[in-house]
């Protein structure tokens, strides 16, 4: 017999996804385990005036934070024009790379309708990280 504690990966695994024009984004498979602990360092206290009782929410930011230390590891293609697409710039240069930092990836997030979203259907989708693996273990 075999335990699935054996099968599993130790090291998180990282796939290339496209996401729009020529904007590609590496990501790093996320467990269940790992999102709800995100989800709980996120969380505030905050005081609702209209009942005066102590709420948890979550604090979007730091979300966001944490889900770019641990899930996302970088992009490439992302120009001036395709980020137009997805939130208002001024375009000096349309073919100008936008590089990944964290800082741009937190802009981004915070701005771009369903980017986060996407991002976490991704990391969460256990499917896209198996079929990379069995893509290059047909190739061998």
Same mark, same amino acid.
């Given at each position: 017999?075999?335990?699935? @504690?054996?099968?599993? *990966?130790?090291?998180? =695994? %990282?796939?290339?996804?496209?996401?729009?024009?020529?904007?590609?984004?590496?990501? $790093?498979?996320?467990?269940? /385990?790992?999102? /709800?602990?995100?989800?709980?360092? /996120? =969380?505030?206290?905050?005081?609702? @005036?209209?009942?005066?009782?102590?709420?948890?929410?979550?604090?979007?930011?730091?979300?966001?934070?944490?889900?770019?230390?641990?899930?996302?590891?970088?992009?490439?293609?992302?120009?001036? /024009? %395709?980020?137009?697409? *997805?939130?208002?710039? $001024?375009? %000096?240069?349309?073919?100008?790379?936008?590089?990944?930092?964290?800082?741009?990836?937190?802009?981004?997030?915070?701005?771009?309708?369903?980017?986060?979203?996407?991002?976490?259907?991704?990391? %969460?989708?256990?499917? @896209?990280?198996?079929?990379?693996?069995?893509?290059?273990?047909? =190739?061998?």
């Amino acid at each position: 017999m075999v335990n699935i @504690k054996d099968l599993m *990966l130790e090291v998180p =695994k %990282t796939i290339v996804v496209h996401y729009i024009d020529d904007f590609y984004i590496e990501l $790093k498979y996320l467990p269940k /385990s790992e999102l /709800s602990k995100i989800f709980e360092e /996120s =969380k505030k206290i905050v005081w609702d @005036k209209r009942d005066h009782t102590k709420k948890e929410e979550i604090d979007v930011d730091a979300f966001y934070k944490k889900m770019i230390d641990r899930v996302l590891v970088g992009w490439r293609g992302l120009k001036a /024009s %395709t980020l137009a697409k *997805l939130i208002p710039i $001024k375009i %000096t240069d349309p073919d100008i790379e936008i590089e990944f930092t964290p800082e741009n990836a937190l802009i981004l997030l915070q701005n771009a309708y369903d980017f986060d979203m996407f991002i976490q259907r991704i990391v %969460t989708d256990i499917e @896209k990280f198996n079929a990379e693996q069995f893509e290059a273990e047909k =190739k061998i």
